[in-house]
């Protein structure tokens, strides 16, 4: 059997995994609008970025929100192709000019898939998150 037959199965495997993921994303409905009270949006975070708080919403990240939102916020988690609907991109425009106080009120108070942390997380930890998710910018 030449190299290029002995290649061949594990290429197709590969190559059929990557057609399956990527048809079970592109079925994902893209998330609707929030609607994020006005107290909420124009919230401040109150806790500074310092290089503690970016540390501690890292180890929050990576134990409770990464199976859905991937290892850079990307929303391409192991959990995320059994998503009903796509768990967003946290590197892009598109969630990097909504305010801290939008994302607080997002990760509080959770909707559909996107579970509560309400009561699971204090409001300190929620912001050390928030300081985190920044560092996903593009």
Known sequence: MKITDKLYIPVAFLA?????????????AKPKPWNVPDEFRDMMNPVPATPM?????SALYKKHC?????????GDGVKAPVLSTF???FSGP??????DGEHFYKTKYGRGEMPSHEG??????????????HTFKK
């Open 53 to 57: 708080s970016i540390n501690s919403g």
């Open 66 to 74: 990464i199976s859905c939102h991937g290892k850079t916020g990307l």
């Open 16 to 28: 059929l995994g990557f057609s399956i993921l990527s048809m079970s994303l592109q079925q994902q």
């Open 94 to 99: 598109a969630y990097h000019t909504q305010t």
């Open 120 to 133: 699971k997380f204090s409001d300190e930890e929620i912001w050390h998150l928030v300081n985190y998710m």
């Open 87 to 89: 768990p967003g991109d």
